[in-house]
């Protein structure tokens, strides 16, 4: 017989604890479940977290939310991908567009008739083919229009940058009209029962609260998942060098470009993220390498404006937790893991934890088959993200400083190692359906890194040089004639979804 659960308690008032409040009281609507979110004032939400990846439209879609009330209260621009400055030698970029590059072949990926065309003797970029890295060139955009028999509209894809200190604020009010109960306390204790489920939390006010199931969203402390379950954690400083960033935001200099920049640094990177009102700064770096006072200095003399706020180290372990969901509580966002920021993915694994956590979603006798399934799939998304952040660390070609000599030679998982061996002889990436990271995901950061394979697909082959070329050249056409016609992303902004300053 059913038994549904009857009540979910979030712990904590960050991003991840309000998305998670937010889809929660949209997907379980109907369902009678009272969803309370205790958010303590005294303990700092980590407030970075500005940068994200094409899902974060997908939870916008999913919460039922207004994009342009959004846009406007979080201060948002749009981003197409992020632009690598020096990572391959000092004075080298190269851009991760998000959305497809090319278009399919008779079958074949668009990367392989691109490898058979340059045998051919053409000299056009990978990215000439990124509709998205076009527009990022041209600081073009704007949202596809819905029905258009343009395939160069449905092949790009954005996410948003965005202030995310008023995204929690944001989700905040929209769950409080949506009936979520919010506490304002902080957690002292939390009593598990004889089966090591969570019975209760103690609260600093004196009060206590009962649910059925808990979400830990404590930040990285983990105070129910880790401190009280003691889940265990999954290390992964070996294979990610950096655990430390040194973060400040700026005043607007220029206009808001539409990506990212991640800058390789003598011991790590450095982000720059245009908000529409403000810029994101930040170093992360790796403290086997640089002080905190070298990496402040090297930060502040990155960034352009005023600063705004006073720089804030922020120490970071990066891996993931053994279980994310144990027994009768999920941990999410930080509390679950962290994998550094370099490819905007935190915000991105709260949202895929939470769907994981839907379709899986438990009734009162958590049963334990649920939970390993769930713990399977969401370790199989940590394992794919933090293999392609290491890429851009291991095919570096820097030797210039301690950091980079140490890249050259670093630890690398075998689940990496087969993937870049595989590539390197004929270009092709296996890609798992639910898989995050596409196939012209990993081949821009190759090519980026200047990583060509080998050989390519022989069956491309037999494709007609000519007709190959001719191809190729429409698909170009097709893709500058569009782009060139969206308007400048500033000027899309201000005529949209302008941010609303309050006088
Ligand atoms: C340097 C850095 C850069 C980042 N950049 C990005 C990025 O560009 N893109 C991206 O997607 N992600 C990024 N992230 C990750 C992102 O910041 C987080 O994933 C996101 O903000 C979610 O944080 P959180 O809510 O899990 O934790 P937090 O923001 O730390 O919130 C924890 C909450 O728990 C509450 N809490 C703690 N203890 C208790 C208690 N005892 N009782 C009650 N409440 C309690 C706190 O008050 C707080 O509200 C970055 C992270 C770091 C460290």
Redesign the pocket.
């Known amino acids: 017989m059913q038994n549904s659960l009857n009540s979910i308690c979030i ?7 309000w998305m998670a409040a937010t889809l929660l009281s949209t997907s379980l609507r109907g369902s009678n479940i009272k969803i309370t979110v ?3 004032p ?12 094409p899902s974060i439209m997908d939870f916008i879609q999913a919460c039922q939310i207004d994009l342009k009330e959004f846009i406007q209260a979080t201060s948002a621009s749009f981003k197409l991908g992020i632009r690598f400055d020096d990572w391959l030698t000092a004075g080298e970029s190269y851009f991760h567009p998000f959305g497809r590059v090319g278009k399919d072949i008779n079958g074949f990926d668009f990367y392989q008739a691109w490898l058979k065309s340059l045998a051919d003797g053409q000299t056009t970029r990978w990215l000439d083919y990124s509709p998205n890295a076009i527009m990022a060139e041209n600081e073009r955009f704007m949202l596809p229009p819905q029905q258009s028999q343009n395939w160069v509209f449905s092949s790009y894809a954005h996410a948003l940058h965005l202030d ?1 200190i008023k995204v ?1 604020r944001y989700c905040r009010e929209l769950c409080h009209k949506r009936g979520v109960t919010r506490v304002e ?4 204790k939390v009593n598990l029962d004889d089966n090591e489920f969570i019975h209760n939390l103690e609260l600093d006010n004196g009060t206590t609260v009962s649910s059925d199931f808990f979400i830990d ?5 983990g ?1 129910l998942i880790e401190k009280s379950l003691k889940v265990g954690f999954e290390d992964w400083s070996h294979f990610l060098p950096c655990n430390r ?1 040194v ?1 400040v935001q700026t005043e607007q200099v220029n206009n808001p470009v539409p990506y ?1 920049i991640a800058t390789a640094q003598e011991a790590g990177w450095s ?1 720059k ?1 245009p908000l529409q009102h403000r810029t994101g700064n ?1 170093y ?1 770096f790796s403290s086997q390498f640089c002080s905190d006072d070298k990496a402040l200095d090297t930060l502040v003399n990155s960034i352009r404006g005023k600063m705004l706020n006073e720089p804030r180290i ?1 120490p ?1 372990v990066t891996g993931k937790r053994k279980k994310i969901w144990h027994n009768n509580c999920l941990a ?4 679950s893991g ?1 994998l ?2 370099l490819e ?7 949202y895929k934890t939470l769907v994981h956590f839907i379709k899986h979603f438990p009734d009162n006798d958590f049963d334990a088959n649920t939970e390993q399934i769930f713990n399977q799939k969401i370790d199989t998304d940590y394992e794919e993200i933090r293999d392609f952040i290491i890429l851009h660390y291991c095919t570096s070609g820097r030797d210039d400083s301690d950091f980079w000599r140490w890249c050259q030679t670093m630890p690398v998982p075998e689940s990496l190692a087969e993937k870049i061996r595989v590539f390197r002889e004929r270009g092709q990436i296996e890609h798992i359906p639910g898989q995050f990271f596409t196939c012209d995901s990993w081949c821009s950061i190759l090519e980026g890194m200047k990583i060509r394979p080998r050989k390519h697909h022989p069956l491309v082959a037999g494709f007609h040089s000519q007709n190959l070329a001719n191809t190729l050249t429409k698909n170009i056409e097709d893709i500058r004639a569009t782009v060139l016609k969206m308007p400048n992303h500033h000027e899309y902004i201000q005529t949209h979804c302008p941010v609303q300053i309050k006088l």
């Open positions: 712990v904590g008032g960050g991003t991840a604890g205790i958010e303590s005294d303990i700092e939400t980590i407030g970075v977290g500005e940068s994200t990846v995310a929690a306390a902080t957690v002292k969203c404590t930040g990285f402390t105070l960033a973060t990212t982000w993220i930040g992360v922020i970071f999410l966002g930080l509390a962290f550094e920021p905007s993915t935190a915000i991105h694994l709260v």
